[in-house]
């Protein structure tokens, strides 16, 4: 019986999909390359002005956040299949 809304192709690709295995395969194949490209601000002529992070960084930012949640006693969720 499928969950409304979800279908089993769908249930199936959540469930398979890790994000964190790509982006450290990610960081290791091209650790240089632009990952996340994000407005910041404006510059002093009023054009946009964008910050970014690599793959390598964030990889390691994740990797930061995940150790923080988990010493702040935040786990992962259990599997749901």
Do not use: W
């Not at 279908?7 to 632009?34: C, G, M, W, Y």
């Not at 601000?41 to 009023?46: A, M, T």
């Not at 964030?58 to 702040?72: K, P, V």
């Amino acid at each position: 019986m499928e969950s409304a809304g979800m279908s089993q192709a769908s249930k199936t690709i959540q469930n398979d999909f890790n994000v964190a295995l790509h982006l450290t395969r990610a960081a290791e194949s091209r650790p240089f390359k632009r990952a996340v490209v994000c407005p910041s601000g404006r510059d002093r002529y009023g054009r946009v002005t964008y910050a970014h992070l690599t793959f390598q960084q964030l990889d390691r930012e994740s990797d930061r956040l995940a150790h923080g949640l988990q010493c702040a006693g935040i786990g992962r969720a259990p599997a749901r299949y």
